[in-house]
């Protein structure tokens, strides 16, 4: 008991947990989408290539205002960023759910929709990697990323078991309109958020407070006074991320890995639930599946540190190619299952350990923008692989896209492991001074 304590820590903390049950809330909704868009797409006489279509739409233009959302992150208050988004995404959302509700609904219109949905994501994504440093201890920035891995993975699963059984039963509109709904309880704890209650700490423990700003989650755009060119911070935080040879190069890995595995499955896999398995209710329950796995890994996350996290991390990519060939077999849907649950063991650890890593050498000040950069190179080719795999699908068929797919994996694999700087040891220790000096790359390394 005492241990399992111990890794709630976290929890004691009264801002991060605000912050803890907000982001819960929103990812139970966005399940109900993940589940419900591409059903949707297909309930208004959509094919396999408008599906793609459809989800390239939010995609884009995420990957387009990444940069530009995560310099306005580290220039004006998070908090306020996050909250603007999460407004905007309930009120696309509604839309959303009531042209599906009512039967009006086009292909485009759905399109349109989800572009401005990626707009608002790539605001509130940098800003959300950016606060949580603000809201928690530094000892305890590891365990409260793993505690938010473990109840995004927890949400995903509960998330998924409804959103399938709600679409099954009451058509996708209505699934959508809940998604909505959690983005404005989302908007409630994160208006209750006081990140400057921890200004005192973080001078303590040697990291200045994200800027002037600290009392509303703010962190500064660049070191210098005066008022920084944005090209500038741009500049600056692309300097950042490229110092560090294991950043890029698993962001390069994870953007193969999305273009060739991801987005065939995301585009693929309800049309075999459909003409296989049990529609969207097996769909939801793949995604359930592999929740419960990130939930295994969660928790392995909140008492071990690993020396060799990213080789932990690379080596676990190949897992994903079980059950893309498990699709192309057209498995049981067991085995599916089971392969989807190990495959959530990786990603589990994947978020903890790779946030922690990140936030641990990179300057706060500069957080947001390497962070978007991570998220930008990580989904450069995703809306490609989404709108291709329809059409390649029906050039080569469906099978044999699968099979290059699961083959691909284990690639990314090989590539990320052939690096030295991500097999090499990383220090996961509780922080302490925290701010990053010129050589906390090599301070990672053992």
């Not at 999305?258 to 398995?277: M, N, S, T, W």
């Not at 190990?342 to 641990?360: A, F, I, K």
Request: net charge neutral; proline share 6%.
């Amino acid at each position: 008991m005492g241990k399992l304590t111990d890794s709630l820590s976290a929890l004691r903390e009264p801002e991060y947990r605000k912050l803890f049950l907000g982001q819960a809330t929103s990812v139970i909704g966005v399940m109900f989408t993940v589940v419900a868009l591409p059903f949707a797409v297909l309930e208004i006489g959509g094919t396999a290539t408008d599906i793609g279509i459809v989800e390239a739409a939010n995609l884009v233009p995420l990957g387009v205002f990444l940069l530009i959302g995560g310099v306005w992150a580290d220039r004006l208050p998070r908090q306020k960023v996050m909250l603007v988004a999460d407004f905007v995404r309930f009120a696309l959302q509604c839309a959303t759910a009531t042209i599906l509700i009512a039967g009006v609904a086009e292909v485009w219109q759905l399109a349109l929709l989800q572009v401005g949905m990626g707009i608002s994501e790539a605001f509130f994504r940098p800003a959300s990697v950016g606060l949580v440093p603000q809201v928690v201890s530094p000892p305890l920035l590891q365990q409260a990323n793993a505690l938010t891995s473990l109840v995004m993975s927890g949400s995903i699963t509960l998330g998924a078991v409804f959103a399938g059984l709600v679409v099954a039963a009451v058509g996708p509109g209505w699934g959508i309109g809940i998604d909505g709904l959690t983005y404005l309880m989302s908007a409630a704890f994160l208006l209750r958020l006081r990140p400057a209650a921890f200004r005192g700490r973080l001078k303590q423990a040697g990291r200045p407070p994200a800027g002037d700003e600290a009392a509303a989650g703010a962190g500064p755009a660049d070191d210098r006074s005066g008022s920084p060119s944005f090209v500038r911070d741009l500049m600056a935080g692309w300097r950042e991320f490229t110092s560090h040879t294991w950043l890029w190069v698993m962001v390069a890995g994870v953007a193969v890995f999305l273009f060739a595995i991801e987005g065939p499955i995301q585009v693929l896999g309800p049309i075999i639930a459909r003409d296989v398995y049990d529609g969207a209710r097996t769909w939801g329950f793949t995604s359930a599946a592999m929740g419960l796995g990130q939930i295994a890994g969660g928790l392995l996350s909140l008492r071990w540190r690993p020396r060799r996290p990213m080789l932990v991390i690379a080596a676990g990519m190949s897992l994903a190619a079980v059950p893309v060939a498990l699709l192309a077999l057209r498995a049981p849907v067991w085995a599916l299952y089971v392969s989807l649950a190990v495959m959530g063991v990786e990603w589990g650890l994947y978020d903890p350990l790779w946030m922690t890593c990140m936030q641990r050498v990179v300057a706060p000040a500069m957080i947001s923008r390497v962070s978007s950069y991570d998220y930008l190179g990580s989904l450069a080719f995703y809306p490609a692989g989404l709108a291709l795999a329809g059409p390649l699908a029906d050039a080569v068929g469906m099978d044999t896209l699968l099979w290059v797919s699961a083959s691909v994996a284990v690639c990314v694999s090989v590539f990320q492991l052939s690096w030295k700087d991500v097999r090499a040891p990383k220090d996961m220790g509780p922080i302490g001074a925290g701010a990053r000096a010129p050589s906390a790359e090599s301070a990672l390394e053992s």
